[in-house]
Nanobody, 125 residues
């Protein structure tokens, strides 16, 4: 399984970005995909998760109302739409996959099986 995250960049406060995570090399019909972020010296923070086939979603309270998770099964791609960005959203953003489940309530990085490389989001004030 390979996950390829992209879409990071530099944006001003209040702006928007859409991150993508392209998945390949596995069967994703029974899997959950998630987004996390991490800043230096801090633990990886759960942001959102989506079941691949059922469309069940969960978004962390810390970003609820600003971030939206979605997926395009035909493209094997997951997205994270980020609006009203703040400087504190600056971080490396990672996508992850947990195989063999439809449950979106996995919040710990250790519970995920596969990871993409990070994509850096920088929000300027």
């Amino acid at each position: 399984v390979q996950l390829q995250a992209s879409g990071g960049g530099l944006v001003q406060t209040g702006g928007s970005l859409r991150l993508s995570c392209a998945a390949s090399g596995g069967t994703f019909s029974s899997s959950v995909m998630g987004w996390f972020r991490q800043t230096p010296g801090k633990e990886r923070e759960f942001l959102a998760a989506i079941s691949w086939s059922g469309g069940n979603t969960y978004v962390a309270d810390s970003v609820k109302g600003r971030f939206t998770i979605s997926r395009d099964n035909a493209k094997n791609t997951m997205y994270l739409q980020m609006n009203s960005l703040k400087p504190e959203d600056t971080a490396d953003y990672y996508c992850a996959a947990k195989m063999g489940t439809y449950y979106t309530g996995y919040f710990s990085p250790a519970q995920y099986d596969y990871w993409g490389q990070g994509t850096l989001v920088t929000v300027s004030s």
